[in-house]
């Protein structure tokens, strides 16, 4: 007889599709994959085998959308937790002194990639995808504290699926090796593109899997690992510690395992942002700031680094994101339907749209306690001490006193967005920063930062030279 279960929003097995790894460029999130037939990858029998439940920090994640950069988290179209995708990697930790796995774990090992020779006692290698080069891709699911499900279409809450169906898509802790401990790595890149994954970017070796990555600005990028069991069993786990013996206690702090998930103790994957954050907003800084039109602002950042995603030691070497390209200029996005195109006093239109705000003369107080207008979408980019930016616009003067005022050509103001009056000078990860610019038609552009809370911080300003 077929058996039947009903699922409803509660902890969710994690299981395979097909899956992407770090690229050369992001210009779509395309995830058209078929399933892997995972119960033809674990043992027959399944009846008292440990499934695999696995948590992330959600609170922590900004851009888990397939929007194109800097969407905020939780999105509020919940449909778009379906389209942000986390991967995960889980390998054997550290290595027995006697008897078996006296090495430490193989990373080249794979436990479900197709056309590789698969361990069924996951004895180096618990999870990865079905693709070699990359990881589970699993989704958090709407509306949950941080549980993640393994497609955007299945499992949805309060779905009738099959046993068959259950075993397809489940990932099992090893029956043998039932006290083996398991780190888990997981990592999130925002739009990367599946058709452009190449064996060049990934590095797959014994002791990491790391990948090239190329950023243009509106990408946000996370990874992390669940912390070591011993240091959060007596915080993270309160109820589940009072439950345990002795005996239990010593072995469960050890790290993650079917000992410890059988005992309802699961990872949760801690995930951080690997990049800084800056969002734009400008201000009126008298009359005639209007005569000013902003059309692109360039920010000089490094763009090509690297990305660890698993490695064999974690006590050695952690996930982590590090860029060491030249550095180039890249643009903020400024969306069409946001341009304006104002017009001079001869009615002449500017030829190319952009920012503009208006002095409100009824208003009181200085500049900063005039409305602010945000400008473009945002950039994300490597942690950094100093930015080079330049601010391209357009000046409405007269040529000649008495006569009508005129769009000039071109002109670039160039300044550095850097930290002041803060013991620590540098751009920090995981913070949203600030850029107010204050336009003043005829004086010039002033440029300030100061943290928005997304993680606690202090004022800050930026070091203005004029024009």
Not at 217 to 245: E, H
Not at 281 to 287: E, V
Not at 333 to 353: M, Q, R, T, W
């Amino acid at each position: 007889m077929k058996q039947t279960y009903y699922i409803k929003t509660v902890l969710t097995a994690l299981a395979t599709t097909a899956f992407m790894a770090c690229t050369e460029s992001y210009p779509t999130m395309i995830l058209e994959e078929t399933k892997a037939n995972i119960h033809d990858l674990n043992s027959d029998s399944t009846a008292n085998r440990t499934p695999v439940l696995l948590f992330i920090n959600q609170q922590d994640l900004f851009t888990v959308t397939a929007t194109r950069g800097m969407g905020e988290f939780p999105p509020e179209d919940l449909s778009k937790y379906s389209k942000g995708a986390v991967y995960i990697y889980a390998f054997r930790d550290g290595r027995n002194t006697q008897g078996e796995l006296t090495s430490y774990a193989d990373l080249t090992k794979s436990a479900y990639a197709t056309g590789y020779p698969h361990d069924p006692d996951f004895a180096d290698c618990l999870i990865d995808g079905d693709d070699y080069t990359l990881g589970l891709r699993t989704f958090v699911r709407p509306g949950s504290s941080g549980e993640l499900k393994y497609t955007a279409e299945d499992l949805k809450e309060d779905t009738l699926i099959t046993y068959d169906q259950i075993m397809d898509h489940v990932c099992y802790y090893s029956d043998r090796h039932q006290e083996a401990p398991y780190n888990f790595f997981a990592y999130y890149i925002d739009e990367l593109d599946k058709n452009r994954v190449l064996n060049s970017n990934v590095h797959r070796t014994r002791d990491s899997i790391w990948y090239d990555i190329s950023i243009d600005g509106t990408q946000d990028i996370m990874c992390g690992m669940a912390p070591p069991l011993k240091d959060v069993l007596d915080t993270w786990y309160p109820n589940q510690n009072k439950r345990l013996s002795d005996n239990e206690r010593s072995v469960i702090r050890n790290g993650y395992s079917k000992f410890s998930a059988d005992r309802d103790i699961h990872p949760y994957i801690r995930m951080e942002h690997q990049l800084t954050q800056l969002k734009f907003k400008i201000y009126p800084g008298d009359a005639t700031a209007d005569d000013i039109v902003i059309q692109k602002i360039e920010v000089l950042f490094r763009h090509n680094g690297h990305m660890t995603i698993a490695t064999q030691d974690p006590s050695k070497s952690k996930p982590k994101v590090w860029f060491d390209g030249t550095p180039d200029w890249g643009n903020l996005n400024f969306p069409a339907e946001d341009l304006e195109f104002p017009v001079d006093e001869s009615g002449n239109k500017i030829d190319v749209g952009g920012y503009t705000v208006k002095w409100d003369k009824n208003a009181k107080g200085e500049w900063y306690d005039q409305s602010s207008k945000d400008v473009g979408r945002g950039l994300i980019l490597p942690c950094d001490t100093i930015y080079e930016m330049r601010i391209h616009y357009k000046q409405k003067a007269a040529k000649k006193e008495g006569s009508p005022k005129e769009w000039s050509f071109s002109k670039i103001s160039q300044k550095n967005i850097e930290l002041n009056n803060v013991k620590n000078k540098w751009f920090q990860p995981g913070q949203r920063y600030v850029v107010s610019i204050a336009v003043f038609g005829q004086k010039g552009i002033q440029v300030y930062t100061a943290f928005e809370k997304w993680k606690d911080g202090g004022s800050t300003e930026v070091v203005d030279d004029g024009w």
